[in-house]
């Protein structure tokens, strides 16, 4: 499994968890403040954001707001009280997997 | 870099001519273009605009804007499916469902009458046609909570209307095969296919009601930008 598909299978989790530290974010800046968290390790690609962005808003995790800002139109968006606990729920069973993985990686051999 | 009006329109003309066909995803890619063009441009100022373009386009991979635009079509449609399927169960909980096994009684019966008397079709029709106009009528005006009532009643009547309607015609289709039955075989599987058409067909209504009031609104805030 290469470095895009752990992050593929964790892009909800850390869209929710951005969004939980701040009110609202475009689809440009979440890719920017991963950039930006991860010192340039982690690109987000817009064909795996855009999906993941629309998916959760359909779920109702997420809901989008409109405004134009600089000659141009700018989709923003924001948890819902589901996404909340969605946001929550999801860092939770990202921090297990990781510390079952974790523990797992550690095993010495006989 | 900022990019001018003009240049941003440029860029929209380009994303058009790849075929998008939701607003609002053209108005995101966009967003999204614009953004990382100006930081490439800031980066690069020897490129070109079209080369920008080109570079950022890139970056949405082998089958470009396509894969974003086919992930919101597959959102909608599962939407409009959990939507479907939240209606469906819905009818069973409420007083529609209840309203339906009214209607459908009383038309169980009247069927019985018609079945011996096949004139009376006529008649039957004329009043589904009376109340389906009435339907029209009322749902111009504004009412109140007993009109309401009458209007749901009278919707209700429609839809049933409706939901015999093919049954009927698929009754027809095997008219020669079913008049061997007897009548009250008949009578049961017009009654079960009436059924799913009128459960069918109320949900429909819902649904088709739910998307033209969300996706209005969802769409109208570009207009008003």
């Known amino acids: 499994m290469s470095d895009k598909?752990?992050?593929?299978g964790?892009?909800?989790?850390?869209?929710?968890?951005?969004?939980?530290?701040?009110?609202?974010?475009?689809?440009?800046?979440?890719?920017?403040?991963?950039?930006?968290?991860?010192a340039n390790e982690l690109h987000l690609t817009e064909g795996a954001l855009y999906p993941a962005l629309h998916k959760l808003e359909s779920e109702g995790f997420l809901e989008a707001e409109v405004e134009v800002v600089e000659n141009r139109v700018r989709k923003y968006y924001k948890l819902t009280s589901e996404g909340k606990t969605e946001a929550a729920n999801k860092a939770l069973a990202l921090l297990e997997s990781f510390r079952q993985i974790t523990q797992l990686l550690q095993i010495k051999p006989l | 870099m900022k990019l001018t009006k003009e240049q941003i329109a440029e860029?929209?003309?380009?994303?058009?001519?790849?075929?998008?066909?939701?607003?609002?995803?053209q108005y995101e890619i966009l967003d999204h273009m614009v953004c990382a063009m100006e930081e490439?441009?800031?980066?690069?100022?020897?490129?070109?605009?079209?080369?920008?373009?080109?570079?950022?386009?890139?970056?949405?991979?082998?089958?470009?804007?396509?894969?974003?635009?086919?992930s919101m079509q597959k959102n909608l449609s599962r939407q409009i499916w959990a939507r479907f399927k939240k209606e469906l169960k819905n009818l069973f909980f409420t007083d529609d469902f209840i309203l339906v096994a009214l209607v459908a009684a009383i038309l169980y019966f009247t069927a019985q009458v018609l079945a011996q008397h096949a004139a009376?079709?006529?008649?039957?029709?004329?009043?589904?046609?009376?109340?389906?106009?009435?339907?029209?009528?009322?749902?111009?005006?504004?009412?109140?909570?007993?009109?309401?009532?009458r209007y749901k009643y009278v919707k209700v009547l429609n839809e049933v209307g409706f939901g015999?309607?093919?049954?009927?015609?698929?009754?027809?289709?095997?008219?020669?095969?079913?008049?061997?039955?007897?009548?009250?075989?008949?009578?049961?599987?017009?009654?079960?296919?009436a059924f799913v058409f009128i459960i069918y067909s109320?949900?429909?209504?819902?649904?088709?009601?739910?998307?033209?009031?969300?996706?209005?609104a969802h769409y109208l805030r570009y207009g008003q930008l």
Not at chain 2, 164 to 193: D, E, K, N, T, W
Request: proline letters at 2%; glycine letters at 8%; a positive charge.
């Open chain 2, 120 to 149: 009376y079709w006529f008649i039957f029709l004329s009043l589904l046609s009376f109340f389906g106009n009435g339907w029209y009528l009322l749902k111009s005006q504004k009412m109140t909570l007993k009109q309401a009532w």
């Open chain 2, 164 to 193: 015999l309607y093919i049954p009927m015609q698929i009754l027809i289709q095997f008219q020669m095969r079913l008049l061997a039955l007897p009548v009250s075989y008949q009578l049961g599987i017009l009654g079960s296919l």
């Open chain 2, 11 to 25: 860029i929209k003309g380009w994303i058009s001519k790849k075929g998008f066909t939701e607003i609002d995803l």
């Open chain 1, 10 to 38: 964790s892009l909800q989790a850390i869209i929710l968890q951005l969004l939980t530290e701040q009110d609202r974010m475009y689809g440009y800046e979440i890719t920017q403040k991963v950039k930006q968290l991860t």
């Open chain 2, 40 to 70: 490439l441009l800031e980066k690069k100022p020897s490129l070109t605009l079209r080369e920008a373009f080109d570079q950022v386009h890139a970056g949405f991979g082998i089958f470009g804007f396509l894969s974003v635009e086919e």
């Open chain 2, 202 to 216: 109320l949900a429909c209504t819902r649904v088709a009601r739910w998307a033209f009031e969300h996706y209005g």
């Open chain 1, 5 to 8: 598909h752990i992050l593929k």
